[in-house]
Structures are given as C-alpha cells and as structure tokens.
C-alpha cells in the first residue's frame, strides 16, 4: 500500500521490452536507500517488484496487465518518474489509500496557470467516472490529489507549487497520458451494494 505522497522525482535508466512484458530501470537514490530484493515501489502509480538493486538504481518486471492499463510502456530513457516506497505499518497516511494498482489512463487536456497554483483537468474514461467524486480523492501518477471538478468525460485538480515541482506534474503538456487510480473504497462499496 502507498499514501500517493511522492518521496521523489526519479529517472528512467532503460526499458526493455521481452515480448509483451518489459523489464524497468530506474533511478532514485532515496528509494534505493534501503530497497531490498522483492521490496515494492511504486513507479507513476503502478506498484512495482524489486528484482535487483544497485547503488542507486533498481530494476523491477513489468507484466502484461501493467503495460495494458498503464503509461509505463510509452517511457523512454531519460523520462521522469514518480517514486514513492510501500508504506510502514508505522508511518503516518498522509496522502489516501493507494494501493498501486492502476485503473487506467487519462489524458490532460488543459492547464490553467493560477497565482500560486495550476488547475488541470484530464479525460475521464466513462467506466471510470462512478468511482471520482467531487472533493473525493483520485491518485494521478501516483500523486494523491483532491478531485476539484468532474463533468461528462473529464475531471479537475489544483496543484500547489510542491507537487509542481516535486513530481512530474510540473513537466506534463496538454495531451500527455497519465495512470489513474480511483479510490478503492468507492469500488468495494459499489461490489458490496451490487451483491445484495
């Protein structure tokens, strides 16, 4: 599980493709600080297994169903990535639940300079939209945010300077994908409800 609180902006090393799986290497010198063999990370949103570890680098598998539902496969060496850690049973949620297992993607359609603040709104996948709520919480590339708005097909969130220059969402342009995951609880309580 992760808070969607990046830890910190890392780089794509290499992304090799072997058949319809890939193998991701990445660089982030905090989360590698004390990254062991089968640790998760999650990379953009997508919780990801440690296969190896070297100085500053790690390396994970990415499966078939991740490159289908998410933006990992459009990476090229160089890209930036969000990076955050598995949480500990005894650090503080500071984000939402995020449990790194990504829904799918969405497009940014617009960005709106404010003061101290961007407002971006993306496209929202139709058997997505039940789940996103008006001041409800959505992880985009791992990132917690606070759903701003929502209409028929799109979505809107503000960012504060940090996560613009925190994360990647400084950096993304109007029509850039990236991973979305919507809020779990929203889904059980929609698979309890429909059971009855």
Same mark, same amino acid.
């Given at each position: 599980?992760?808070?969607?609180?990046?830890?910190?902006?890392?780089?794509? =090393?290499?992304?090799?493709?072997? /058949?319809? +799986? $890939?193998? !991701?290497?990445?660089?982030?010198?905090?989360?590698?600080? &004390?990254? @062991?063999?089968?640790?998760?990370?999650?990379?953009?949103?997508?919780?990801?297994?440690?296969?190896?570890?070297?100085?500053?680098?790690?390396?994970?598998d990415?499966?078939?169903?991740?490159?289908?539902?998410?933006?990992?496969g459009?990476?090229?060496?160089?890209?930036?990535?969000?990076?955050?850690?598995?949480?500990r049973?005894?650090?503080?949620?500071?984000?939402?639940? =995020?449990?790194?297992?990504?829904? /799918?993607? +969405? $497009?940014? !359609?617009?960005?709106?300079?404010?003061t101290?603040?961007? &407002?971006? @709104?993306?496209?929202?996948?139709?058997?997505?939209?039940?789940?996103?709520?008006?001041?409800?919480s959505?992880?985009?590339?791992?990132?917690?945010?606070?759903?701003?708005?929502?209409?028929?097909?799109?979505?809107?969130?503000?960012l504060?300077?940090?996560?613009?220059?925190?994360?990647?969402?400084?950096e993304?342009?109007?029509?850039?994908?990236?991973?979305?995951?919507?809020?779990?609880?929203?889904?059980?309580?929609?698979?309890?409800?429909?059971?009855?």
């Amino acid at each position: 599980m992760f808070t969607g609180i990046i830890e910190e902006k890392g780089e794509v =090393v290499a992304l090799e493709r072997a /058949g319809d +799986a $890939a193998r !991701l290497t990445v660089r982030g010198a905090l989360v590698t600080s &004390d990254a @062991r063999h089968g640790d998760s990370i999650a990379v953009n949103g997508v919780c990801l297994t440690v296969v190896d570890v070297k100085d500053d680098v790690f390396t994970v598998d990415v499966v078939k169903e991740s490159l289908d539902r998410s933006s990992l496969g459009v990476l090229t060496e160089g890209s930036a990535v969000n990076l955050e850690r598995a949480v500990r049973a005894d650090q503080r949620l500071g984000g939402h639940i =995020v449990q790194g297992h990504v829904d /799918g993607t +969405a $497009a940014l !359609l617009s960005r709106s300079p404010g003061t101290n603040w961007d &407002d971006l @709104r993306f496209s929202l996948p139709e058997p997505l939209s039940r789940y996103v709520a008006e001041k409800g919480s959505i992880a985009i590339d791992g990132i917690s945010l606070t759903v701003t708005t929502v209409d028929d097909g799109s979505f809107g969130v503000s960012l504060i300077p940090a996560t613009l220059r925190l994360t990647t969402m400084g950096e993304r342009q109007v029509g850039d994908l990236v991973n979305i995951e919507v809020d779990v609880i929203a889904k059980y309580v929609e698979r309890l409800v429909v059971r009855q």
